[in-house]
């Protein structure tokens, strides 16, 4: 069975680099059939993609935050990280990590339960 | 490509039929995907390729449309099934989700 899971700080100071990191249980990050990424929403708010990256290395950037976004991966631990810098309060919201297959759905079928950051000082 | 929901917000009773449209900026093919999102929770997926159902998805859950315009339809209204929904066009790699629509109880 599919399991993605989020981890990282809850809370974040203004200015600082949030850090997190998606595991991955019953699917190989490598797999060709598969896009994985991060989604984010604020408190009462709607979901806005921030970056997901595919298995040939291809990696793709809200342009939105492009500037501040840097998304890694670690195959060996089936895990993908975000970094997103220069943190404000417009950045607080839960963060999902997701999966979103080739095919046949083309959509993202399978979702983290999401982490809450805040940021604050 | 954006993507406007409609209603932001509806009422409706158990046992109601309603109806969550969906237009995108410019054509999305049937790329076109639906999810239900209870409180507190990621997001499910519901609907894929604009009336594909999803593997454990109710069938009073049903899509349809093409290009620019997209419906979710509830067929009768169950207690399980107030909630946010969103609809996201795939046709972008990065696809953009419309701004929901939370159904409640009347």
């Known amino acids: 069975q599919l399991r993605l899971q989020e981890s990282g700080p809850g809370l974040v100071k203004p200015s600082e680099t949030l850090s997190l990191t998606c595991t991955v249980s019953?699917?190989?990050?490598?797999?060709?059939?598969?896009?994985w990424g991060w989604i984010r929403q604020p408190p009462g708010k709607g979901l806005e993609w921030i970056g997901s990256?595919?298995?040939?290395?291809?990696?793709y950037h809200n342009s939105s935050l492009r500037s501040r976004v840097t998304m890694s991966v670690d195959t060996s631990q089936n895990q993908f990280s975000l970094n997103l810098t220069s943190m404000t309060a417009s950045d607080t919201a839960v963060y999902y990590c997701a999966r979103k297959l080739v095919a046949p759905t083309e959509a993202l079928d399978s979702w983290g339960q999401g982490t809450l950051v805040t940021v604050s000082s | 490509i954006q993507v406007t929901q409609s209603p932001s917000s509806l009422s409706a009773s158990v046992g109601d039929r309603v109806t969550i449209t969906c237009r995108a900026s410019?054509?999305?093919?049937?790329?076109l995907n639906w999810y239900q999102q209870r409180p507190g929770k990621p997001p499910k997926l519901l609907i894929y390729a604009t009336s594909s159902l999803q593997s454990g998805v109710p069938s009073r859950f049903s899509g349809s449309g093409s290009g620019t315009d997209f419906t979710l339809t509830i067929s009768s209204l169950q207690p399980e099934d107030f909630a946010t929904y969103y609809c996201?066009?795939?046709?972008?790699?990065?696809?953009?989700f419309g701004q929901g629509t939370k159904l409640e109880i009347k």
């Open positions: 019953g699917d190989s990050i490598s797999s060709l059939t598969s896009f």
């Open positions: 996201q066009q795939s046709y972008d790699t990065l696809g953009t």
């Open positions: 990256f595919y298995s040939t290395g291809t990696f």
């Open positions: 410019q054509s999305v093919s049937n790329y």
